[in-house]
Nanobody, 120 residues
Framework: VQLQACGGGLVQPGGSLRLSCVAS????????MGWYRQAPGKQRELVAT???????NYADSVKGRFAIFRDNAKKSVYLQMNSLKPEDTAIYYC???????????????WGQGTQVTVSS
């Protein structure tokens, strides 16, 4: 699966952004998908997942503020981010994921990601 994320930018605290990710080269609809982020000096973390049957899961830090959804016809997955905080500043990536022993693991290679900066 090859993935291209976009939609990042500079936004003020409390603002919103919608990230998009387009997949190519594989059967998108059967894959569980996830959005990750990596802040400067920190490890990459998984923030949201959506299964092939549209079950969603979120990290506690974004629960109630972020929403992940997908459009299989467009081979796309989205991350709607509301009530953004400065601590949401990071490079955001999407990837196909696989759940094993209760944890999700990335399947594909990492694309360039998209930068989200939350600052006044």
């Amino acid at each position: 699966v090859q993935l291209q994320a976009c939609g990042g930018g500079l936004v003020q605290p409390g603002g919103s952004l919608r990230l998009s990710c387009v997949a190519s080269g594989s059967i998108f609809s059967i894959n569980d998908m996830g959005w990750y982020r990596q802040a400067p000096g920190k490890q990459r973390e998984l923030v949201a997942t959506i299964t092939s049957v549209y079950t969603t899961n979120y990290a506690d830090s974004v629960k109630g503020r972020f929403a992940i959804f997908r459009d299989n016809a467009k081979k796309s997955v989205y991350l709607q981010m509301n009530s953004l905080k400065p601590e949401d500043t990071a490079i955001y990536y999407c990837n196909a994921v696989r759940k094993s022993s209760g944890s999700y693991y990335p399947l594909g290679s990492w694309g360039q990601g998209t930068q989200v900066t939350v600052s006044s």
